[in-house]
């Protein structure tokens, strides 16, 4: 049920979630983490892998970013609803020089 509601929340922002190149998404059961999840696969500027975003047990999100081994990566706790995208975006997508790449990627002058 949770991946679904973050899935909601993912389509408010279709022109962002759409640039994290999303590859998979896999629904996390609840845990002692907390309520439950999704796990998404990305291949964005900043990180490629697997991303955890889970609603703990504060009604509160915390996202993980895993290494290919599955080790932490980073961690981001205590995130608001209102605010999850805009964190995910600038953990796994937003570099310093972002729209310069977005205009050399794409031919954008």
């Not at 490629?48 to 961690?75: A, Y």
């Not at 995130?79 to 997508?93: A, F, G, M, R, T």
Request: one cysteine or more.
């Amino acid at each position: 049920m949770i991946d679904k509601y973050i899935k909601q929340i993912f389509g408010y922002y279709p022109m962002v979630v759409g640039s994290w190149g999303i590859e998979s998404l896999i629904p996390i059961m609840e845990c002692e983490e907390g309520e439950g999840g999704l796990c998404i696969r990305v291949n964005a500027y900043k990180h490629q892998g697997e991303v955890r975003i889970m609603l703990n047990w504060l009604d509160l999100f915390d996202v993980t970013l895993c290494n290919p081994d599955g080790s932490i990566k980073h961690k981001e706790t205590g995130i608001y609803v209102d605010n999850l995208v805009p964190v995910i975006d600038s953990l796994i997508e937003k570099t310093e020089d972002y729209e310069k790449r977005i205009k050399q990627d794409y031919g954008i002058s």
